[in-house]
């Protein structure tokens, strides 16, 4: 079955999947059933730093596995091996940045991608030449094994009070935080690794986050990596200036070496360097939650863990600890994602085309029609046939035959398929328009935030913890690489996070 098979997560289980399974006939008030679009969308933003950062607040955990021989980095000050508890980041320009800070105290052990104080947002702050000899250094690893980790979707290494750390804080780490001030990052990676030891009997290596880049906790730095080289990186002085007559106002060289590698991941980590297990996984979503109770007051319509009560998390908590301890090394995973793919990129432009409003009655069936046109049998038509046909386009017949990826998938497909068969049926140019408009809402894909392409020297810019504004959220466009930030009203408060101005 689906997600762990506890007894409790079964009778779940089985709720949703009875939720899915209704018939077309019944689809009139299960026509967008509440929460898979929102499962289909974490597993298609799963490991993207895109739909990640706009889906900033997961709700999802998956077991990951990292492959042997991958390339990792951390940054500090000290060129001596780095053990026990550590930061690690996919990408070097990540680690890098936590290698030439000039600010903030310098961490008990070294610490990697975690400091506040060590982003690019600081790094604009001119100071004066004091410690401008004081690099650090640039630590290169492969993994010594495979790494088995726990990874914690939507932007969860972003310290805000934003939700991003809801479902670490509340389910993973059981409240055990409240109370507590400040970052905490110390503290959730010593709790994290002593679980993984203790409760986990060692199934996990540690876990996987994502800020401005992807990142990793390593629980056993000795044990888990091959040390490749330790290099001395640029002085802050040489890297932190643009060569003379070029560009001299370009002061966030940090961000501006950062922000480029963080943009070239946006559609994914890339290299297979981290596979998932979508096969079973644990999502806040599938628990009959309310999980949106409080945002929609204030028009936010990103998913919150802080108004429920420990027992209504308690299933999610216990279905947590059985996926870690039960899941299966040997199995291999089904990539659920690429089948998620393939109904956004066959459909995404379609259903905006569609729903902008620009077409006649007459042209907007006849595009639905030629969409839909495989799946009919001009001899024989049956709409809700149709309908079936059309939402399996894209799951082959060798995919797993039950879980939740496959469920929400079908489900989000059938969605699509059998909106736009309504449209094409309705008479009233502006109802059709309107159901078009509803299955967006519903869908509520990542994509159609895209800038839609920008010139080599610019990124299309999102809020990123703790950098960005709300007009970056609302309307992301493309920046000059080197000056990525935005004016206005400042997305993750003015402080940027829980610990406010260190
Ligand atoms: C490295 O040392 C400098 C200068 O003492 C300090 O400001 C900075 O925070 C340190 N960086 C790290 C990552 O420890
Ligand atoms: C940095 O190093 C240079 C050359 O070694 C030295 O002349 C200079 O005084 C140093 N600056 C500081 C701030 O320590
Ligand atoms: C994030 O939280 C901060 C601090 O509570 C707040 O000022 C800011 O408006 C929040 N941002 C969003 C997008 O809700």
Redesign the pocket.
């Known amino acids: 079955m689906t997600g762990p098979t506890n007894p409790g997560a079964l009778l779940r289980t089985l709720l949703l999947l009875f939720s899915l399974h209704i018939p077309f006939i019944a689809a009139s008030e299960l026509k967008f059933p509440p929460n898979v679009n929102h499962i289909f969308n974490a597993i298609h933003s799963s490991m993207r730093q895109w739909g990640s950062s706009l889906h900033h607040n997961g709700m999802s955990f998956f077991i990951a596995t990292v492959p042997k021989g991958t390339q990792l980095y951390h940054g500090n000050n000290f060129s001596e091996p780095v053990n026990g508890i550590e930061w690690l980041a996919f990408e070097p320009e990540h680690a890098m940045v936590f290698a030439r800070s000039r600010h903030g105290p310098p961490p008990p052990a070294g610490k990697g991608p975690q400091k506040r104080s060590q982003f690019p947002l600081q790094l604009q702050d001119k100071e004066s030449?004091?410690d401008?000899?004081q690099t650090g250094w640039l630590h290169t690893y492969t993994t010594a094994k495979e790494l088995r980790l726990l990874y914690i979707d939507g932007m969860s290494a972003a310290k805000t009070e934003n939700g991003t750390l809801d479902s670490q804080d509340r389910i993973l780490l059981r409240d055990a935080l409240k109370g507590k001030f400040g970052m905490l990052e110390r503290e959730r990676a010593d709790m994290i690794c002593h679980m993984a030891q203790e409760k986990y009997k060692g199934r996990l290596d540690g876990v996987l986050r994502m800020e401005a880049g992807f990142e990793i906790i390593l629980c056993d730095f000795a044990r888990d990596l091959n040390e490749v080289r330790v290099t001395r990186v640029k002085s802050e002085d040489k890297a932190g200036h643009p060569p003379p007559g070029r560009d001299t106002e370009g002061n966030i060289d940090g961000a501006k070496l950062w922000y480029k590698a963080i943009a070239a991941r946006y559609n994914g980590i890339g290299g297979n360097r981290v596979i998932l297990e979508y096969g079973k996984f644990v999502t806040a979503y599938a628990y009959g939650l309310d999980l949106f109770r409080p945002s929609r007051s204030n028009g936010n319509s990103l998913p919150r863990l802080n108004h429920l009560v420990a027992d209504e998390l308690r299933p999610i908590r216990n279905d947590l600890d059985y996926l870690i301890l039960n899941y299966d090394t040997s199995r291999t995973s089904y990539n659920w994602q690429g089948v998620a793919d393939m109904v956004v990129q066959r459909y995404a432009h379609e259903l905006r085309y569609l729903a902008s409003g620009r077409l006649t009655l007459q042209k907007l069936h006849e595009e639905i029609e030629n969409s839909l046109g495989p799946f009919i049998d001009y001899g024989d038509r049956n709409t809700g046939l149709e309908a079936e046909e059309c939402s399996m386009q894209f799951v082959p017949a060798g995919a797993p035959t039950d879980g939740l990826a496959r469920n929400a998938i079908r489900s989000v497909s059938r969605s699509i398929c059998s909106t736009m068969i309504e449209a094409w049926k309705q008479t009233d140019h502006g109802a059709a328009v309107a159901q078009l408009r509803s299955l967006m809402d519903y869908l509520s894909w990542t994509t159609w935030k895209d800038c839609n392409g920008c010139a080599d020297n610019e990124i299309c810019v999102i809020p990123i913890w703790p950098m960005g504004t709300v007009e970056d959220y609302e309307h992301p466009q493309c920046r000059e690489a080197s000056r990525p930030s935005g004016q206005g009203r400042r997305y993750w408060g003015e402080h940027g996070g829980p610990s406010g101005s260190q």
Request: cysteine-free; overall charge neutral.
């Open positions: 030449g004091q401008q000899n």
